[in-house]
């Protein structure tokens, strides 16, 4: 719910008449009065103050919402009870009440709360990332944990990501040879969107299909936030028009991969060769699987595994750029370890512990997920002594747990030694920092993007020099937030890079050697 949005919210208010105003706030009265019969007794968490009508939603009108949330927290606990319009919402920002809902109490709040771009994009939640708590959500799960991202498929794609990771090499350095300048979130995006592709459907979907590249660019970058899911009698009149926008965006996307399935199936039955089934093979093999299953379960891939990683590797990139001693112990232990006459593979990352301490540091600093996805209470509970009815939406902002003073030392600063020779990782054993969040809707995809972003890091760092654009240090480098899909760096990281190993090196890997 970035500032635009909340302007969205604004706008859309403003533009009611007296009419309007009055019959909104008709209902409004009514719905409240409907609540508090069904939500009879209980003691609530603590909540801030409270409009009529619009409940919390000034409170997140200015400013970036986890930043916001974080605040509310520091002045009123850890667990704080919001209305926005007419959603109930527990904000948790503390690790040992997210532990009590991710792990203790996990199958009451495992489920996801109706969402019109659920509706609109995702056919009601028939994918996994939209689906409640069901047996669609079982079997989506499922076949995403063992067909796509188990770590034996992980470690089949790895060919793949060295492959793709020279391309993005190969451009960054033919643009450097030039001195010209590269945008490192638009090559890395380019790269993961190609990667995707190729792992669902063997095609690199970048180079074949510029819709598919628009579609997911529109799709990231229009806000998600739409008024009507929080005042839903609004939804059949669409006042900010978000509703028909996801619509129209829903069919354009089914029409896109319409296209694609069927340029697949007429591939395969052309073809008589014993090729390694891809994802796409499998999800069309699965007799009870509808075709638009196949689509939005394909979709989730697109959208949660394309920008996660590339965002966090420039945050990682970043933060080295701001702290020079890191990135010289992060080089020179690459080089340690792997020497100058040849490139990182991912064998190696086990070894480099300085670089997976910087990884996991990056995602305590920068969760790109910093509220999670919505989580959703199926019955009445308690939490932390707290009554918390059914159908309350849970948002856990893992941006302020991993910068919580009462557990970070020094939490605003970028510190890998944090991480060496300490027991606590990222993947969700340890409440203290949950970039992938944990329990049943732990990210699926954490195996795949804790290599993936290692070995750009590590390729990055090792065989590739950065310069910054002139009259700018590595203090210059801003770490302004976008909250969008992704917790994202706001301005873009401009880099020349060039090569940093000996030229035989790259030549060595396939890559072109023209001089510098
Ligand atoms: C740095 C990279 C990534 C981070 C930090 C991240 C983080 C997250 C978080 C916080 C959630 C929400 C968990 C919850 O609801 O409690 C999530 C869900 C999800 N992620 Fe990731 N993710 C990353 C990369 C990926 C990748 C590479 C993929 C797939 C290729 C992926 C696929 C998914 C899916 C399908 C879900 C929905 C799971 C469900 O609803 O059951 N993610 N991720």
Same mark, same amino acid.
């Given at each position: 719910?970035?500032?635009?949005?909340?302007?969205?919210?604004?706008? &859309?208010?403003?533009?009611?008449?007296?009419?309007?105003?009055? =019959?909104?706030?008709?209902?409004?009265?009514?719905?409240?009065?409907?609540?508090?019969?069904?939500?009879?007794?209980?003691?609530?968490?603590?909540?801030?103050?409270?409009?009529?009508?619009?409940?919390?939603?000034?409170? +997140?009108?200015? !400013?970036?919402?986890?930043?916001?949330?974080?605040?509310?927290?520091?002045?009123?606990?850890?667990?704080?009870?919001?209305?926005?319009?007419?959603?109930?919402? &527990? &904000?948790?920002?503390?690790?040992?009440? =997210?532990?009590?809902?991710?792990?203790? $109490?996990?199958?009451?709040?495992?489920?996801?709360?109706?969402?019109?771009?659920?509706?609109?994009?995702?056919?009601?939640?028939?994918?996994?990332?939209?689906?409640?708590?069901?047996?669609?959500?079982?079997?989506?799960?499922?076949?995403?944990?063992?067909?796509?991202?188990?770590?034996?498929?992980?470690?089949?794609?790895? *060919?793949?990501?060295?492959?793709?990771?020279?391309?993005?090499?190969?451009?960054?350095?033919?643009?450097?040879?030039?001195?010209?300048?590269?945008?490192?979130?638009?090559?890395?995006?380019?790269?993961?969107?190609?990667?995707?592709?190729?792992?669902?459907?063997?095609?690199?979907?970048?180079?074949?299909?510029?819709?598919?590249?628009?579609?997911?660019?529109?799709?990231?970058?229009?806000?998600?936030?739409?008024?009507?899911?929080? %005042?839903?009698?609004?939804?059949?009149? *669409?006042?900010?028009?978000?509703?028909?926008?996801?619509?129209?965006?829903?069919?354009?996307?089914?029409?896109?991969?319409?296209?694609?399935?069927?340029?697949?199936?007429?591939?395969?039955?052309?073809?008589?060769? @014993?090729?390694? $089934?891809?994802?796409?093979?499998?999800?069309?093999?699965?007799? @009870?699987?509808?075709?638009?299953?196949?689509?939005? +379960?394909?979709?989730?891939?697109?959208?949660?595994?394309?920008?996660?990683?590339?965002?966090?590797?420039?945050?990682?990139?970043?933060?080295? +750029?701001?702290?020079?001693?890191?990135?010289?112990?992060?080089?020179?232990?690459?080089? *340690?370890?792997?020497?100058?006459?040849?490139?990182?593979?991912?064998?190696?990352?086990?070894?480099?512990?300085?670089?997976?301490?910087?990884?996991?540091?990056?995602?305590? +600093?920068?969760?790109?997920?910093?509220?999670?996805?919505?989580?959703?209470?199926?019955?009445?509970?308690?939490?932390?002594?707290?009554?918390?009815?059914?159908?309350?939406?849970?948002?856990?902002?893992?941006?302020?747990? !991993?910068?919580?003073?009462?557990?970070?030392?020094?939490?605003?600063?970028?510190?890998?030694?944090?991480?060496?020779?300490?027991?606590?990782?990222?993947? !969700?054993?340890?409440?203290?920092?949950?970039? %992938?969040?944990?329990?049943?809707?732990?990210?699926?995809?954490?195996?795949?993007?804790?290599?993936?972003?290692?070995?750009?890091?590590? $390729?990055?760092?090792?065989?590739?020099?950065?310069?910054?654009?002139?009259?700018?240090?590595?203090?210059?480098?801003?770490?302004?937030?976008?909250?969008?899909?992704?917790?994202?760096?706001?301005?873009?990281?401009?880099?020349?890079?060039?090569?940093?190993?000996?030229?035989?090196?790259?030549?060595?890997?396939?890559?072109?050697?023209? =001089? $510098?």
């Amino acid at each position: 719910m970035g500032k635009t949005n909340m302007e969205g919210l604004i706008g &859309v208010l403003k533009s009611w008449s007296v009419h309007t105003v009055a =019959a909104v706030v008709f209902l409004y009265i009514l719905l409240k009065i409907l609540k508090r019969g069904r939500h009879k007794s209980g003691r609530r968490p603590p909540a801030p103050p409270c409009w009529p009508l619009i409940g919390h939603f000034h409170h +997140l009108i200015s !400013g970036l919402p986890h930043h916001n949330l974080a605040k509310i927290a520091e002045k009123y606990g850890p667990i704080v009870w919001l209305e926005l319009g007419a959603a109930s919402v &527990v &904000v948790v920002s503390s690790s040992d009440i =997210a532990k009590e809902i991710l792990k203790t $109490q996990d199958h009451i709040f495992a489920s996801r709360p109706p969402a019109i771009l659920g509706e609109m994009l995702f056919a009601n939640g028939l994918d996994l990332l939209f689906s409640p708590l069901n047996d669609n959500f079982r079997e989506a799960r499922k076949i995403f944990t063992t067909e796509l991202l188990s770590q034996q498929r992980i470690d089949s794609f790895q *060919d793949l990501r060295r492959e793709f990771f020279s391309t993005t090499m190969q451009r960054a350095f033919e643009e450097g040879d030039a001195n010209r300048f590269i945008n490192l979130a638009e090559i890395m995006h380019e790269q993961f969107m190609s990667l995707s592709t190729r792992m669902l459907y063997g095609k690199d979907g970048r180079a074949h299909s510029k819709q598919l590249v628009e579609f997911i660019r529109i799709l990231t970058t229009t806000g998600w936030f739409v008024v009507e899911e929080y %005042f839903p009698f609004l939804k059949p009149f *669409d006042p900010s028009g978000q509703v028909k926008r996801l619509k129209n965006l829903g069919e354009n996307y089914f029409h896109l991969m319409d296209s694609v399935i069927d340029q697949h199936l007429k591939e395969n039955s052309n073809s008589n060769s @014993n090729r390694e $089934q891809n994802f796409l093979d499998v999800l069309l093999a699965m007799s @009870n699987f509808t075709r638009v299953q196949v689509k939005v +379960l394909l979709l989730d891939i697109l959208l949660a595994g394309g920008d996660t990683s590339p965002d966090t590797i420039v945050w990682a990139i970043a933060e080295l +750029l701001r702290h020079p001693d890191v990135m010289e112990r992060l080089q020179n232990e690459l080089d *340690d370890v792997i020497g100058k006459e040849r490139l990182v593979e991912e064998e190696d990352l086990k070894k480099l512990e300085y670089l997976q301490a910087v990884v996991k540091e990056t995602l305590r +600093l920068h969760p790109i997920g910093a509220l999670g996805v919505p989580h959703f209470s199926t019955e009445a509970t308690k939490v932390a002594g707290y009554d918390i009815p059914a159908s309350t939406r849970v948002m856990i902002n893992l941006y302020a747990i !991993g910068r919580d003073p009462k557990v970070w030392e020094n939490p605003q600063k970028f510190d890998p030694l944090r991480f060496l020779n300490s027991p606590i990782d990222v993947k !969700g054993q340890h409440y203290e920092v949950l970039p %992938f969040s944990s329990g049943r809707r732990k990210c699926p995809g954490m195996n795949l993007a804790l290599v993936s972003v290692a070995y750009n890091i590590a $390729q990055l760092v090792h065989a590739c020099s950065f310069s910054l654009p002139e009259g700018m240090t590595g203090l210059d480098v801003d770490l302004e937030e976008s909250f969008g899909t992704t917790l994202c760096k706001r301005n873009p990281l401009n880099l020349l890079l060039k090569r940093r190993l000996p030229t035989h090196v790259y030549g060595k890997a396939g890559l072109s050697v023209s =001089a $510098q």
